[in-house]
C-alpha cells in the first residue's frame, strides 16, 4: 500500500501559475462530497473562493 504526502508548502518552483491552479481545483474536485473527510465544508468553501480569486488575478 502506498503512502499518502500531504505537501504544506507549494513552493513557487514546483507550482506555476496555472500548475498552482489545476492542483487546487483538484484537491477540491476530489474532497468534495468524500465520505473520508467529514466536517469539511467551510474549508472547502474557503477553498472555492481562493481559487476563484486567483482565477480572476491570475487567468
Known sequence: MDNATV??????KKYRDFKLLHK????LEKMTNND????IQS???EL????QSYN???C
Request: charged content about 30%.
Open 24 to 27: 487546487a481545483e483538484t484537491v
Open 43 to 45: 474549508k472547502l468553501d
Open 48 to 51: 472555492r473562493a481562493k481559487i
Open 7 to 12: 505537501s504544506k508548502t507549494f513552493s513557487p
Open 36 to 39: 473520508y473527510f467529514l466536517n
Open 56 to 58: 480572476r488575478c491570475y
